[in-house]
């Protein structure tokens, strides 16, 4: 019996974006590796969709470094739920089907997705914001609320302790329809708290993607216009060198500091449950200090 099998050779990269973020720099990236992440995940999720296809699960995970002479290049990954949105070889989208059941990530999947509909290129770049969020850490402009630490080693800000509050609130959600009501607040900015995260002008681009429709080719040397707007606005300089260069294979996070992250994590709890505690009048701080004394 003749079996007939299909392969797809890829070039052996280096660990992903988040990965480095977390385990190799431990820290938040730079304002210049950020906005310089941001435009290389752009142009690659755009040379994807030149080509008919649609990546559907864009997230930190999918994207990661080249190895050697290619370490300044990020690489997409993982193309198991493509799918193609052209008809044959032309450039004709495909009719949306009237319903697809939800795939890909919850935290970084598009309201369409969410809603069970078909997605269309303008999904990958919605997916592209919530990962630019997620990634933009260094770009953070720190407005400390009541009950919120920020760990800081040498200097600089390794992670918003309360990303969920400043950040993408919906990333510890296990309710979709929660996700989805919150990503619909996001767009209509009525999550102010998230901007403290990036420039305030990324809602230039969120309003830009916002207004695409499912067959819209999106603007994609505009999208790449703006953010280099945004660099300019902001004195970010693009020609820095990468965070990782010379890093990448190489762990810097030593055992102190996981000791320091552990030590301010566990007073950062603390202090949130004394907050809520006269938030929501109940006593659950007392009983907890009494346990530890």
Known sequence: ???????L????????IEDV????LGRNY???TAMQLAQ???ESISDLHSIGYLHRDIKPQNFAIGLGEQEKIVFVLDFGIARKYTVGKT??????RLYVKFIGTVRYASRSCHKCMEQGRKDDLEAWIYMVWVQGGGLIV?????????????????????????GLQWKRLPDRKQVVHLKEKFFAFRLPKCYHIV???FKRIVTYVNKLSFSDEPDYRHLIHLLHSIARANDIDLEKQLDWIGRSGKCRISEESLLIFYLIYSIHIWVLLYHFKHELKIDIVDPLVRQLT
């Open 91 to 96: 450039k004709t989208v495909k009719a949306p």
């Open 1 to 7: 019996m003749l079996i007939t099998l299909q392969f």
């Open 21 to 24: 973020r977390r385990n190799v």
């Open 9 to 16: 050779v890829m070039t052996l990269v280096g660990s992903t």
């Open 199 to 201: 420039p305030e002008e």
């Open 30 to 32: 730079s304002k210049s």
């Open 142 to 166: 720190l407005k400390p609320s009541p009950g919120q630490l920020t760990f800081f080693v040498a200097g600089r800000a390794v992670f918003d302790l309360i990303d969920w509050e400043d």
């Open 40 to 42: 290389q995940t752009l």
